[in-house]
């Protein structure tokens, strides 16, 4: 009886993190969406003054948004403002995952939206941590959104 027990409550324990992170993406995909919208009514000064707003509605603990067009241009970056303006098509995680180009892909395809797995440094713990990034073309762009999670 005891082991049976044990097993469904090893279980539980295991769906748990499973559920939040399934919240956890809806929340990067709805601030994602959030973001487009938002940056497609603004220029790109005003979004970025926006998304960069550490207290603002587009940074929620360890979820912020960024734009980034076809060539690989940085052209926001929700917390690290430093990033903008840089080029990074050619940039590998640690995998050898090309996951600029991965993005840059599927903001092309004709769903122009999709999720890229990859290691990115976590902005609060700062180590390389596994994440998943959702991505949508902005309309009448050459760019794309992103807000991702880590895992």
């Not at 220029?43 to 207290?55: E, G, V």
């Not at 050619?90 to 995998?95: A, F, S, T, V």
């Not at 990034?133 to 880590?150: E, H, M, P, Q, W």
């Given at each position: 009886?005891?082991?049976i027990l044990t097993r469904c409550l090893l279980l539980l324990l295991c769906l748990i993190p499973l559920?939040?992170?399934?919240?956890?993406?809806?929340?990067?995909?709805?601030?994602?969406?959030?973001?487009?919208?938002?940056?497609?009514?603004?220029?790109?000064?005003?979004?970025?003054?926006?998304?960069?707003?550490?207290?603002?509605?587009?940074?929620?603990?360890?979820?912020?948004?960024?734009?980034?067009?076809?060539?690989?241009?940085?052209?926001?970056?929700?917390?690290?403002?430093?990033?903008?303006?840089?080029?990074?098509?050619?940039?590998?995680?640690?995998?050898?995952?090309?996951?600029v180009k991965e993005m840059i892909s599927l903001a092309q395809s004709p769903s122009q939206e999709g999720?890229?797995?990859?290691?990115?440094?976590?902005?609060?713990?700062?180590?390389?941590?596994?994440?998943?990034?959702?991505?949508?073309?902005?309309?009448?762009?050459?760019?794309?959104?992103?807000?991702?999670?880590?895992?």
């Amino acid at each position: 009886m005891k082991s049976i027990l044990t097993r469904c409550l090893l279980l539980l324990l295991c769906l748990i993190p499973l559920s939040l992170l399934a919240e956890t993406r809806e929340e990067a995909k709805e601030m994602a969406l959030k973001a487009k919208a938002f940056v497609e009514q603004n220029d790109l000064d005003t979004a970025r003054k926006a998304f960069q707003d550490k207290n603002g509605e587009f940074i929620k603990g360890e979820l912020y948004v960024f734009v980034q067009d076809f060539d690989g241009n940085m052209l926001i970056h929700g917390v690290i403002p430093k990033l903008d303006n840089t080029n990074h098509i050619n940039l590998r995680d640690p995998k050898g995952t090309y996951f600029v180009k991965e993005m840059i892909s599927l903001a092309q395809s004709p769903s122009q939206e999709g999720w890229v797995e990859y290691i990115w440094k976590h902005p609060i713990t700062g180590k390389l941590t596994p994440k998943v990034t959702y991505i949508r073309k902005l309309d009448n762009s050459n760019a794309f959104i992103g807000c991702g999670v880590f895992l």
